[in-house]
């Protein structure tokens, strides 16, 4: 049977055309009757005068698919309640894997934001429907002639979707050949260097129907999703990545140079069942967050309790050893998660109508990010550097609107691809960037400052950040930055810039780097205070920064993390716990809090991470080192920790079980040495420590 219908983008390769046969056992009835649904389907669902290419070849196979259903539905007339024949089943087998076929090219043709493409791939898909109609001629000349025969009018249908069918001449029209032409001739000026001519190539993009900012983004989306997608199949030789490549550049000329205005909710096209803009501006953005992590939910799935959250969420909570519903506390049945289509369709329609490609991110997805460090081919690289160069005239001499259009463009353009990050760093994106950190409109400072995170990941994005001065800028964003997203992101921004150990010594030295962190752990949102907490975790590995944390009221803060319902966060609290313990002063202003330190002890013994536990080991025995026998002696004394270190010994990993070890050693040393020496017993049996 055909595969059910699916509103939304398909999951399938592009042009791939994964027809399934239907089983053998299948009555002619049953057979018969969805293959006129699917017909049904084929004849009305595509309007070819709305396509980009092959707009005459697509009109006949609607022809034909049009008459294909009138015969079927006179042969369900005709034959009525009599069962056909069973040697009709091979021929509307046939006939339904074609329509299978035919229905998902016609998918492919009229899909959002393939027209390019499809442009560029005429001819293979001229060639697909050629073979696809030609497989409908022979599965006609194969049906017996008692169901073609069923009736007159159903033999001359018979005949004339036969006729159709093998007479139709598919092939790209020469508009499309010539449009086609003038993008390869475009790409290779772009491969010296050259800048095609506007007018050139607003013809092409009118040929195939892109007349906005908003159309070009889509079309963005789907290349840069169908480049990732091959990436993260192993597809570093697969030729179509040039050519993807440099048609996703010749777009992102095409928005940035020539469209001046940014149309964020310009609504799609018609569809049989719209989503009209105006019901997405009523959806709360905050009930499509996941309730555990707090950010927009990319794969969202249903428990048993009706709640929904996004997978690697909910699969983490459960695989944490908790079984229990995170939102009503009721027990889990089972652990099954379904998934939330509906709620899927919503967030990627807002995602769309914000200009934002809608890719799931996952481990796969950020090597494939990786792999675009260098850029494929050469016409790609000169049209990003042709770009590039138009940016940074705009951010240095540009009016306020062209700064707020040219910040966008930035942040958008360094989000997921390694190469245009280094060609803005490279043609001195980041002074500029941070020369428009003061401006007072809102958008183009939230837009720097993402811009700047995006260019912070890579090494060349934080030398030109430090050398330009603007450590002390991107710490007063933290928390002057009119958007809190803004100053979550400069937060990350320390983040990556204190993976470097000369640079965390520069962020130690301003005065308010390190308060203005311990102020966003404790004041800040969710994903502020983990930005705050991860940056100081690397701020930290700096001895000299201990104090000045101690100072600004750290472990106070981190304490009041350790109350949080959010179980990562209440991990990486503990780690930065342990990382600051490693110092005497730290150390000794944990032990201050002797409240604190039982905590620990309970996390130790009560924790279903055993990244948490080992956190808990590390820092108990960094308090040991620096404290002496006074906390060792406090330490043996605390009811439950001796079972919970030995657990740890048998079940952590290397680092955990030799901290878990240690400790155990050095609090039986300290009461062995408190008791008198006692009198080996018969036999020589000795104690043996851990």
Not at 5 to 34: F, K
Not at 351 to 370: I, Q, T
Not at 497 to 525: F, H, W
Request: charged fraction near 20%; glycine fraction near 8%; proline fraction near 6%.
């Amino acid at each position: 049977m055909a595969p059910p219908h699916d509103s939304r983008p398909p999951l399938r390769r592009m042009l791939a055309l994964p027809a399934v046969c239907p089983c053998e056992g299948i009555s002619p009835g049953t057979l018969l009757a969805s293959l006129a649904s699917l017909v049904a389907d084929v004849a009305a669902g595509c309007d070819a005068g709305a396509l980009p290419a092959l707009r005459r070849g697509v009109g006949v196979a609607v022809r034909v698919a049009g008459l294909l259903h009138a015969f079927l539905e006179e042969v369900r007339w005709a034959a009525g309640p009599a069962p056909l024949p069973g040697g009709s089943v091979l021929g509307l087998s046939e006939l339904h894997v074609a329509m299978q076929k035919m229905r998902f090219l016609m998918e492919d043709c009229a899909r959002k934001g393939a027209r390019l493409w499809v442009l560029m791939n005429a001819e293979v898909v001229a060639s697909e429907l050629r073979v696809v109609l030609g497989s409908v001629a022979t599965a006609m000349d194969v049906l017996p002639a008692n169901v073609v025969a069923v009736s007159d009018d159903a033999r001359e249908l018979a005949a004339l979707v036969s006729e159709q069918a093998w007479r139709a001449a598919v092939r790209p029209d020469e508009d499309n050949c010539r449009a086609a032409r003038s993008v390869r001739s475009m790409l290779t000026q772009f491969r010296s260097g050259a800048t095609p001519d506007a007018e050139d190539v607003r013809l092409v993009l009118g040929r195939i129907g892109i007349a906005s900012w908003w159309d070009c983004s889509q079309e963005v989306a789907f290349l840069e999703a169908e480049l990732f997608e091959r990436l993260e199949a192993g597809g570093e030789n697969d030729k179509d990545l040039v050519l993807i490549s440099g048609l996703m550049a010749f777009l992102l000329y095409c928005r940035i140079v020539l469209f001046d205005c940014i149309d964020y909710n310009k609504a799609s096209a018609p569809a049989p069942a719209p989503r009209p803009a105006s019901c997405l501006a009523l959806i709360n953005p905050e009930a499509l967050q996941c309730p555990i992590t707090l950010e927009l939910m990319t794969d969202p799935v249903t428990v048993a309790t009706g709640q929904t959250y996004d997978r690697a969420s909910i699969k983490r909570w459960i695989k944490n050893g908790c079984r229990t519903c995170p939102v009503t506390g009721e027990k889990l049945r089972n652990t099954d998660v379904l998934p939330n289509i509906a709620v899927r369709g919503i967030i990627e329609q807002l995602l769309l109508s914000n200009g934002v490609s809608f890719h799931e991110p996952s481990c796969k997805h950020r090597m494939a990010v990786d792999k675009t460090a260098l850029p494929f081919g050469t016409a790609s690289a000169g049209c990003v550097r042709l770009v590039v160069a138009f940016l940074i005239s705009k951010l240095s001499r540009g009016s306020p609107e062209e700064h707020k259009k040219a910040t966008y463009e930035v942040r958008k353009l360094s989000k997921r691809n390694v190469f245009h990050r280094a060609c803005l760093v490279e043609a001195g994106a980041v002074p500029w960037l941070l020369h428009l950190l003061s401006s007072t409109d809102a958008a183009v400072q939230d837009n720097v400052v993402a811009g700047l995170l995006n260019l912070s990941k890579h090494p060349a994005g934080r030398r030109a950040l430090v050398d330009a001065g603007g450590l002390g800028l991107i710490v007063d964003a933290v928390t002057v930055a009119a958007k809190v997203e803004a100053q979550q992101n400069a937060a990350a921004i320390l983040f990556y810039l204190s993976s470097n150990a000369d640079y965390c010594e520069e962020i130690s030295r301003i005065p308010e780097a390190i308060p203005t962190l311990v102020n966003l752990m404790q004041e800040g949102k969710y994903r502020g205070r983990k930005n705050a907490v991860v940056s100081l975790y690397g701020v930290l590995q700096r001895a000299s920064s201990h104090g000045k944390a101690v100072s600004a009221g750290i472990v106070a803060a981190l304490a009041s993390l350790l109350s949080s319902d959010r179980e990562d966060l209440v991990n990486d609290a503990v780690a930065l716990l342990a990382r600051l313990a490693e110092q005497p002063v730290g150390a000794a202003a944990v032990l201050s809090s002797s409240a604190l330190v039982t905590r620990l002890v309970d996390f130790l013994g009560a924790s279903a991470s055993r990244s948490m536990k080992e956190h808990c080991a590390a820092l108990l025995a960094s308090l040991c080192r620096h404290g002496g026998d006074t906390v060792v002696a406090m330490l043996g004394k605390t009811p439950g920790l001796m079972p919970s270190l030995y657990a740890l010994i048998a079940d952590g990993g290397p680092q955990g079980s030799k901290k878990a070890r240690w400790l155990v050693n050095e609090i039986h040393r300290h009461f062995e040495q408190r008791q008198p020496p006692v009198a080996a017993p018969p036999g020589g049996d000795r104690v043996i420590r851990v």
